[in-house]
């Protein structure tokens, strides 16, 4: 039977911010000496308990979890995937140089939800540019802001995911938090200072991981996946558009020959998508499994969602009839059928989908040459675009004590500590056998090896990765399977 071992430290709240939360509720809940209830954010927005949260967060809208939209993972193969994931956190590097396409293929099959913040993490960077810059949040958040961007933060606040039971109070600990992140940016780049699109990014990273950790994730977000995005002039997704409609004539030429004819430029559509990374436009469950292989393989997945959409929409004669002009095409993109957005079809149709890394740098110089002929040089010199975790890792090489994992989660068997406890007699034991047999001993009877012998002599090799198998023990994962949290 296995055993967790949590060893204290950053990523689980200490008792000062724990508390500094509850104060937060108790000043938001108290007015003129009213009891206060301390009730969760729903409920200070006027939500009682009549209104139950899904396992996302989410207490209604578009993006609520139903049965038809997400696939359910049988408690047990979540735990042996958590299991994997462990492996993969406390030997981050080794997987990264060694076993990445591995490593590709589980974040194809999805993050398990208590892992996902710290997974997203250390697939991002932002893991590592935290622990080069200690401090440095913390340094941003005490300062006063740059009054221009602060007042444009404070007014998107209550606009981002307000059927989240985390942002739906005015004042809450989720939009105090969100206020911090986004301010901090708009410290860290003054040049670049604030994008409505940010803050959407910043709300499902904050769904995650703390503040901190979802400010360093949004600086990578920014700066290595999706480079030159909230700039001034929009000139990265404009191009991004450009590549987008170009590509789109390989994989649906219907589609590309509709919207080329009704001059539907790829900004009136794609600009949400893009800038978003889809987080306001699919169901929840889309959502997460698209930014897992986001965060693991780049910008790509981003442009393949974008063609799968655009496809099926638009990809066959009958469904043309339905739009026969500019406006009735617009309309039908901005309501996607949900068919198409449907956790299982949409993560298929994305890891089919024929479209690398080159294709789109390929796509991307042509586009360029064509704009400078058109329109002259870029005004906002965006940094080179980073094409997953690999490439970030491989760019800015981290040190091992860069990537520690804090708090440490150790799962610890009975078997390994048999292993432990026995490993010098075993030594002892096989160095006694080989002796043994050199002395042609052929007829003497083996010594025993320990008292109580492992099935496979495997204790100097690494055990090889678990499969999907159900456990024949406990089948309780590591969090309840009802709710989507990080540790």
Known sequence: MARIRIEPGNGLQSAESTKSLRDTRESLALTDGEVNSFGSDSELNGYTSERQTDKYGFIGGAQQYSEQSAEDIPPEVLRQREAKWLDMLNNWDKWMAKRHKKMKLRCQKGIPPSLRGRAWLYLSGGKVKREQHKGK?????????????????????????????????????GQQDLYRVLKAYTLHR?????CQAQAPIAAVLLMHMPAEDAFWGLVQICEKYLPGYYSAGLEAIQLDGEILFALLKRVSPLAHRHLKKHKMDPILYMTEWFMCAFSRTLPWASVLRVWD???????????????????????????LKMCQ?????????????????????????????PLSERDIEKEHLAQLRHWK???GELHCKSPPRMHGAKAIMAAEPPSRQ???????IIVESSLATNKNGEGQDEDKARKKTKEEKKGKKKNSSPTPVAANPEPSDASTEPSPPLKDTPLQGSNQSL?????????
């Open 373 to 375: 002929e058109t329109r």
């Open 325 to 353: 002009g500019q406006y009735e095409t617009m309309e039908l993109l901005k309501t996607i059928d949900t068919r198409y957005m449907l956790e299982a079809f949409l993560v298929r149709e994305i890891i089919e989908l």
């Open 190 to 194: 003054p040049e670049e200072g604030y």
């Open 137 to 173: 949040f913390e340094e941003l958040d005490s300062q006063a802001g740059d009054p221009k961007w602060v007042d444009v933060i404070e007014r998107d606040l209550h606009r981002q995911f307000p059927f989240h039971e985390m942002f739906v109070a005015r004042g809450g600990h």
């Open 293 to 319: 292989m986001f965060l693991c393989e780049g910008v790509k997945i981003i442009f393949r969602v974008g063609l799968v959409l655009l496809k099926c929409m638009l990809g066959s004669q009958d469904k």
């Open 402 to 408: 860069d990537l520690r994992q804090n708090p440490t």
């Open 479 to 487: 969090i309840s399977t009802e709710h989507d949290t990080y540790l």
